[in-house]
T-cell receptor
């Protein structure tokens, strides 16, 4: 596609429910990142995929969070047993090869609200 | 470890006035530095980046930033603000060798007063 696509754009859920967020990166981009943006805070790194390498999960805040990526395409971020503190905008970004000097292409994000 | 500090979570300028958004970084190795902008209801997009070439970097929409190693700063400037510049601006730092090491500041919301 022309850009990074995220769905849904908004998600309201009840505490304790599971949610799944989807990211479609730019075609051909081998690197994919998930970030969390809480209100009034910066972007918090969650997880990084690069090609067929093992993902860097060092930013996942708890074992309720997991993510998968199929090859070099779609990624899903799953949050189990959601808590109110999980409310945030979840941003996905992709880049061509994952180099530290590369431009990140961001999606518009998923606004998650946990009631 | 790397980190980024953006001074001023909110900045207001008059239309036509100078825009100055401050960013200081901490890095134990030579960094790559970035400014991203987020317009209302849009995703973040790259304004400009410093990758060890010229210290004065020019970006889109008339913005530029200067890398000052002695001050560990990468402030963003624009000589004359336009109404369309109203947005959230994020400074970010990364290091060579590991693509996951992008550290973002908390952002500065720019308001342009007509």
């Amino acid at each position: 596609g022309a850009g990074v696509s995220q769905s849904p754009s908004n998600k309201v859920t009840e505490k304790g429910k599971d949610v799944e967020l989807r990211c479609d990166p730019i075609s051909g981009h081998t690197a994919l990142y998930w970030y969390r943006q809480r209100l009034g805070q910066g972007l918090e790194f969650l997880i990084y995929f690069q090609g067929n390498s093992a993902p860097d999960k060092s930013g996942l805040p708890s074992d309720r969070f997991s993510a998968e990526r199929t090859g070099e395409s779609v990624s899903t971020l799953t949050i189990q047993r959601t808590q109110q503190e999980d409310s945030a905008v979840y941003l996905c970004a992709s880049s061509l090869t994952g180099g530290g000097n590369e431009k990140l292409f961001f999606g518009s994000g998923t606004q998650l609200s946990v009631l | 470890a790397q980190s980024v500090t953006q001074l001023g979570s909110h900045v207001s300028v008059s239309e036509g006035a100078l825009v100055l958004l401050r960013c200081n970084y901490s890095s134990s190795v030579p960094p790559y530095l970035f400014w991203y902008v987020q317009y209302p209801n849009q995703g973040l997009q790259l304004l400009l980046k410093y990758t060890s070439a010229a210290t004065l970097v020019k970006g889109i929409n008339g913005f530029e930033a200067e890398f000052k190693k002695s001050e560990t700063s990468f402030h963003l400037t624009k000589p004359s603000a336009h109404m369309s510049d109203a947005a959230e601006y994020f400074c970010a730092v990364s290091v060579a060798g590991a693509g996951n090491q992008f550290y973002f500041g908390t952002g500065t919301s720019l308001t342009v007063i007509p």
